[in-house]
């Protein structure tokens, strides 16, 4: 039986991989930090593979750095060992739910993602702390109370009293005012990216403050190419005399997974549009029709269109190109859906008809003046909580529902992963209650503590997550009330799971470093349940983590069937070979169970031979 590695994945293993299969050549062999040899890239060799013209260091180059930008990189790759915990008390409709609230650090979580939501993410939202020059505290490890962090920075002395002016506080003049903010979000993007499909999409809100760094930094990690636009979102009415200019607007940077696969961004096409704009004035049999440009400004085909009516010869306006090669151009022509204008005398043009149209998509523009504003997100909060300023900026669901709009289909999985308030999950339900749906969310947020001043403190939630997940409960109940028979069946339940070190003490991972003796002890930790094993094992093999989960006794064991009898685990003492045969006779795909579960040496040496007889495709794990 194979061991599961129980933490994940290593992007660093996995990339050394990929280019010995590329440039065997390269790969060469070395001792590690543990004086055991080790796989490793000969640079040079590689170097020489890919360019005759090496670059070298200190060489001149167009690039964007900042300190600590190599330790933000390896941070991505880093693997890691934690997991996350189911907490039932605390979820909505676990066992039937598709949806997810995650508390934890979110680079950890989107580590322990990565596997299983590899390639399955249609859209990711984030709302990023804004580098406002005051406040960004953010660790990698652990939420900073406003105290904690007071005590640990430097700003005041052992008596307390205060050495730096509070408006000093990360301002330009700090150094790091951009770097920190730089090495908290670049990771997160790195690891972000795998977890989005191949015509998935990612928006992200800013501000001036970091606009222009953090442009640079998705062209860097996305790659410019997939750069396929920016939202100028109008969030107030008036910049109540904030800088010579005051602002109105935040930015809403858009970037796709690979642009060359996103072919459906925009609004679906309503009958009211069809109504409106399309019309049939020469009875043309195929319906109603419109005319749509027959350049675009990608290069394309180059080449002159002769209109038949009157000889003239059209190309392309400056920096654009035709939308069809000249041979589909012709034949478009001869049936009437290229024509020269309404009176066959002017430039030609697509003739698009209604009917052809139906599963087509009409294209956002850029700026969103009536999305929803700031006012509008608090005036939400305070129909749902009774109290307005639980949250500082939240976004309203109006404009999380364009978003989604333009960018899903109704069976497609939505990620954020600093959700705040929790405003898009708010609004993956209000969506999926008006076109019936069945979007499915991750909602991720770090555990950050509430200020003991603040109105959500004293409303009683003493860290975000609490306000997120209460939110996420009202406005699933108020949907349903609002929607009537219709959102019956809408999915407005959550399961909730919280990032916590490993379920296996540390001797699973390096046993070399404990005696023999220490190596027979127990290897999970005394405070973990039969089913935090269950998710850390289903994270491990890549199984969603919305599957659904039965606990069922056979021959007085705990047994946990996740999605059926695809994966079949086990995690009791004294498992004996009645247990394991009746399992067997299931056909899990996978079955699992600990090291420490066999009752005695008999199940061990029996336990293959009872799976080849029975259920001989099974795939047997231990932890």
């Known amino acids: 039986m194979d061991k599961l590695k129980m933490q994940s994945q290593d992007v660093i293993g996995a990339n050394i991989q990929k280019i010995a299969a590329l440039f065997p050549n390269c790969v060469t062999e070395r001792l590690g930090k543990d004086g055991k040899p080790e796989l490793a890239i000969d640079f040079e060799k590689l170097q020489a593979e890919l360019s005759n013209d090496i670059i070298t260091e200190g060489e001149e180059r167009y690039q964007f750095t900042w300190p600590d930008k190599r330790a933000a990189v390896r941070l991505a790759n880093t693997p890691t060992t934690m997991t996350l915990r189911p907490c039932r008390e605390e979820s909505v409709d676990f066992d039937k739910t598709q949806n997810l609230y995650i508390e934890g650090d979110n680079l950890d979580v989107l580590k322990v993602l990565r596997e299983t939501y590899l390639g399955k ?27 904690e962090f007071e005590g640990t920075s430097g700003l005041f002395d052992g008596d307390g009293n205060q050495t730096i002016d509070p408006m000093q506080r990360n301002t330009e003049s700090n150094g790091r005012f951009h770097t920190d903010w730089l090495n908290m979000i670049y990771p997160r993007l790195k690891v972000a990216r795998d977890l989005l499909t191949d015509d998935g999409v990612i928006f992200i809100s800013i501000d001036d403050n970091e606009v222009g760094n953090l442009k640079k930094i998705i062209d860097e990690v996305f790659g410019i190419t997939n750069r396929i636009g920016t939202i100028l979102w109008k969030k107030k009415t008036n910049g109540n005399n904030m800088g010579y200019i005051p602002p109105v607007h935040d930015y809403i940077l858009a970037y796709a997974k690979n642009a060359s696969n996103v072919h459906d961004l925009g609004y679906p096409i309503s009958q009211d549009h069809f109504n409106k704009n399309y019309s049939n004035p020469d009875n043309d049999p195929r319906g109603p029709w419109t005319t749509m440009d027959l350049s675009a400004n990608h290069v394309g085909p180059y080449f002159a269109i002769t209109n038949p009516n009157t000889g003239e010869i059209f190309y392309p306006s400056e920096g654009r190109y035709w939308v069809f090669n000249e041979t589909e151009v012709i034949k478009r022509i001869a049936d009437g859906r290229i024509i020269f204008g309404k009176t066959g005398n002017s430039r030609p043009v697509q003739r698009v008809f209604a009917k052809d149209r139906i599963e087509g998509r009409l294209r956002a523009e850029s700026w969103w003046d009536k999305h929803g504003l700031n006012e509008d997100a608090t005036t939400e909060i305070r129909e749902l909580f009774g109290v307005g300023k639980l949250f500082t900026h939240p976004k309203p669901s109006s404009l999380l529902c364009h978003l989604l709009n333009i960018s899903t289909f109704k069976e497609d999985l939505i990620l954020d992963f600093f ?47 609490e306000i997120g997940k209460e939110r996420i409960r009202r406005a699933g109940k108020k949907i349903k009330e609002e929607s009537g028979l219709s959102a019956q069946n809408l999915d407005t339940g959550f399961r909730v799971l919280k990032l916590d070190s490993s379920n296996m003490e540390e001797v699973y991972y390096t046993p070399q470093e404990f005696s023999q003796k220490s190596l027979f002890n127990e290897n999970v930790k005394p405070d973990r349940t039969s089913e935090d094993l269950v998710f850390q094992v289903m994270l491990d093999l890549g199984i969603e983590l919305s599957a659904k989960i039965e606990t069922k006794q056979m021959a007085g064991k705990t047994v946990h069937f996740v999605d059926d009898n695809y994966l079949i685990a086990c995690f009791d003492r004294e498992v004996n070979e009645t247990t394991i045969t009746e399992i067997a006779k299931l056909y899990p795909v996978y079955f699992v169970m600990r090291d420490a579960s066999a009752a005695n040496d008999n199940v061990i040496d029996n336990f293959e031979q009872i799976f080849k007889h029975y259920s001989p495709e099974t795939s047997c794990r231990i932890i």
């Open 121 to 147: 993410v249609k859209m990711i939202y984030i709302d990023p702390p804004y580098n406002t020059g005051n406040d960004f505290v953010y660790n990698d490890d652990f939420a900073l109370s406003k105290g």
């Open 419 to 465: 959700s705040g308030s929790a405003t898009t999950a708010h609004a993956v339900m209000k969506l999926n209650a008006e076109d019936g749906g069945n979007r499915k969310f991750i909602m991720v947020q770090l555990p950050e503590l509430t200020d003991e001043k603040s109105e959500a403190y004293k409303a009683g939630y003493k860290n975000i997550c």
